[in-house]
């Protein structure tokens, strides 16, 4: 018994309250046909997944070729073909391509590739349709690619769904003869079905009733069973002339079990007692015009008789199973881990997702136009208004006057003082890095010249990169100084009656002058802030979208089973997914970069170079987000909805919007987890204050964090199997 090929023990599969299979337990010998047959809906489709190691079983076990499929579904992978039920190739892609997809995957040499492609589409007769795209097949045709990918690598047992559902009866005994000739060349077969017919073409027979295995074994033993012709009962094939009335009169003769109309004569099951004479008179048709001959019952007859005994094979079948040789747990999952883990067929999804891309002119589109679309559209669209300014003061004199001045600052509330320095160097850079949006720089002898009148100088330094707050901390230092201005004014001249201050020219003049400068966009234009914010979101929105859905799209197709059932890598398939977006991210990014320089007129102040190192890095993190989502959606749909909850907040709390700084706490901290939020530092901070890497340090390392626990996450999550 140590042959046997496969081994099912005890079996069973439950979705939530619904048994999809009830202890199944059989072994198959090499080298058969195995016509799985039952009802739609029986189970079959639910058996072969789990045979298959895609989808994992509630209990109980399966053996292929003596390894337990569930403790290491990597490895059989090499030795089995699977042709789900659904056709699950490419349509977009030609019948050769999907077989060279299939090769690459299956790490056939490049060598010998195109004799075994070619020897493959002659045996499956699709030699001259191999420039044919797959979704302009017809049914039979698709079939027959769909087997002829399945074959390339030469397993040893192949697993058919229903491969003969719903094509013509012509392309259904062409199937079954391909499926006669790999059966000579020395194949397992496993075919599940739902035509009764069918099953007489099988050299062993299983059928699922309700989810259980109530018949088992080769034809002519299952027709040979007491319950099929019960004792004292015989089957029989009678003709007279008008059979369909015939029937409907048999069917309510005493002693007659069964009744039914085949090839133009009845099948009967009747006691055997009931003799030709005894037919003709309760028929009332003349003795010489009714035939009757003794028959063999039909595997059909088999099902009818096995369902209404309502057997269960896999209880009493336990003993008769061999027991499979068990192996060592442990090397097997590590085996497991680092095959899934490995890069296999990288190159084939790599190259198969870039013939995606250039074959649907659509992808390109929303890739290319509909961003730039977005960036007209919103860039010249989008205005707001600021409270609460993040603000560094360099207050170099530091007595009292000075501290009463800045405490002024303070209460217009357009300010809010982040920082206090004391070194001109340190007043810089947290200009440059865009910590503060504005710097209040009092001279050292300001306390002098307000005393001495002298019109004391104080700086207001103005990070013009948005407009918005620097309109809002123009206008209100302008009004601070005015009236700082006129309340010393009037102190003096309470106080002493003396004249007030003189400018440089000896003219009078207010006590002090606060003189704002607007750095980085003297212009104050609206544009140099919102289009780096806007290339920002577009980027993230394009780059998720599309990962999320060409994933989500392989999942609703079935074309993602059909790769689970391969050896290729979790890694190799993810990154051959993740690398062509890259690069149409990257195409994209000199897209959108230029719109900014050319039509927007925003000019880059910093490093290009930086500028794209970071946001290739952006643009991988969104690639993960998309993973993400599409190991948390099903459908296209949901994959939308998922989408859209990770936008939302990248919109509204990253700071394109609305800043940062003026957000209540723990929203404030909610935005630390937006990936968005960094990389809308790092590139307003390149574009428009020339920061450099040290000034973004906290922005990128923040982006480095997101980008590793996304990508980490993704890959995680993403399960070679169904669930
Ligand atoms: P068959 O292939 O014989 O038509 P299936 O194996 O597809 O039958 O389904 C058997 C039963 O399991 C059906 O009742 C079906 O609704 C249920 N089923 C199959 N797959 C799932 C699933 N992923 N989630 C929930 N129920 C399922
Ligand atoms: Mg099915």
């Known amino acids: 018994m140590s042959s046997s090929i496969v081994s099912l023990r005890h079996l069973t599969r439950q979705f939530g309250e619904i048994t999809a299979v009830e202890n199944v337990s059989f072994s198959l010998e090499t080298g058969a046909i195995f016509g799985l047959l039952g009802p739609n809906g029986s189970g079959k489709s639910t058996l072969i997944r ?48 999907n077989c060279r997809f299939y090769a690459r995957i299956y790490g056939i040499e490049a060598g010998t590739q195109n004799q075994r492609i070619e020897d493959i589409l002659n045996l499956t007769h699709l030699s001259n349709r191999h420039r044919q795209l797959a979704q302009t097949l017809s049914g039979g045709w698709k079939q027959r690619l769909a087997l002829a990918c399945s074959l390339l690598h030469d397993p040893q047992i192949l697993f058919l769904d229903e491969p003969t559902a719903g094509i013509d009866p ?78 409907l009169a048999l069917r309510h003769q005493e002693g007659v079990q069964e009744a039914t109309l085949y090839r133009g004569s009845l099948q009967v099951l009747a006691a055997e007692s009931i003799t030709q004479d005894e037919f003709s008179q309760r028929l009332g048709v003349p003795r010489g015009e009714l035939h009757l001959k003794e028959a063999q019952p039909s595997l059909e007859d088999v099902f009818v008789s096995l369902t209404r005994e309502n057997h269960d094979y896999g209880s009493y079948n336990d003993d008769k199973l061999p027991a499979p040789t068990e192996e060592p ?5 590590e085996v497991q881990r680092t095959r899934l883990l490995s890069f296999r067929g990288f190159t084939a999804v790599l190259l198969k997702e870039f013939s995606h891309i250039l074959r649907e002119p659509s992808t390109l589109f929303f890739m290319f136009l509909v961003p730039l679309l977005q960036l007209t559209i919103f860039g010249y669209a989008i205005d707001t208004e600021i409270e609460h300014i993040p603000t560094v003061v360099l207050n170099l004199d530091n007595r009292e006057a000075s501290r009463e001045l800045i405490a002024a600052f303070e209460n217009t509330r357009t300010f809010a003082i982040a920082k206090r320095v004391t070194q001109q160097k340190a007043f810089d850079e947290l200009l440059r890095s865009g910590t503060a949006k504005v710097g209040i720089r009092v001279p050292a002898d300001y306390s002098e010249k307000l005393l001495r009148r002298t019109q004391p100088v104080v700086q207001i330094l103005i990070d013009g990169s948005d407009s918005q707050v620097a309109n809002a901390a123009l206008t209100a230092s302008k009004l601070l100084g005015l009236t700082t201005s006129i309340r010393i004014a009037k102190q003096l001249g309470e ?107 925003v000019p880059i102040q910093g490093s290009l170079f930086l500028l794209t190192a970071l946001s290739l890095l952006f643009i991988l993190c969104s690639l993960g987000l998309g993973i993400l989502v599409s190991t948390l959606a099903r459908t296209q749909l949901e994959a939308m909805q998922f989408a859209f909850i990770i936008m939302l907040p990248s919109v509204l709390l990253s700071g394109f919007i609305f800043p940062r700084s003026q957000m209540p706490l723990p929203i404030y901290g909610l935005t630390f987890a937006i990936p968005a939020t960094y990389f809308l530092e790092i590139i307003r901070g390149i574009v428009l204050r020339g920061a450099s890497l040290p000034d973004l340090r906290d922005p990128f390392v923040g982006l480095c964090i997101c980008t590793l626990i996304i990508l980490a996450l993704s890959i995680f999550r993403f399960r070679k199997r169904l669930e």
């Open 50 to 97: 789990m045979m298959c190691g895609v989808l994992p079983p509630t209990s109980g076990d399966v053996y292929l070729f003596g390894h337990n499929v569930w403790k290491n579904p990597e490895r059989i992978k090499e030795s089995i073909g699977y042709m789900s039920q659904a056709f699950s190739l490419y349509g977009d892609l030609t019948v050769e391509e």
């Open 170 to 247: 012509v392309a259904r005994r062409e199937l079954w003869d391909l499926l006669f000739e790999l059966s000579t060349q020395g194949k397992t077969l496993f075919v599940s079905t739902h035509y009764m017919d069918e099953a007489e073409r099988c050299s062993k027979i299983g059928y699922l009733q309700n989810a259980k295995l109530i018949a088992f074994g080769d034809p002519k033993t299952l027709k040979a069973r007491p319950e099929v012709t019960p004792i004292g009962m015989k089957r029989y094939e009678i003709s007279v002339p008008d059979a369909p009335a015939a029937l």
């Open 495 to 601: 106080q002493m009656q003396i004249a007030p201050a003189r400018d440089l020219f000896g003219d009078a003049a207010l006590p002090i002058e606060v003189r704002p400068r607007i750095l980085y966009n003297p212009a104050l234009e609206s544009a140099h802030f919102f289009v780096p914010g806007l290339i920002c979101l577009i980027l993230q929105l394009v780059m998720l979208f599309l990962t999320a859905f060409a994933i989500v799209r392989e999942r609703e197709h079935g074309t993602l089973e059909q790769l689970f059932v391969t050896p290729v890598g979790r890694v190799g398939l993810l990154l051959g997914k993740l690398v062509p977006y890259l690069a149409a991210g990257a195409v994209e990014l000199a897209v959108v970069l230029a719109a900014m320089i050319f039509l927007f007129g």
């Open 329 to 333: 747990e442990i090397t097997n999952t």
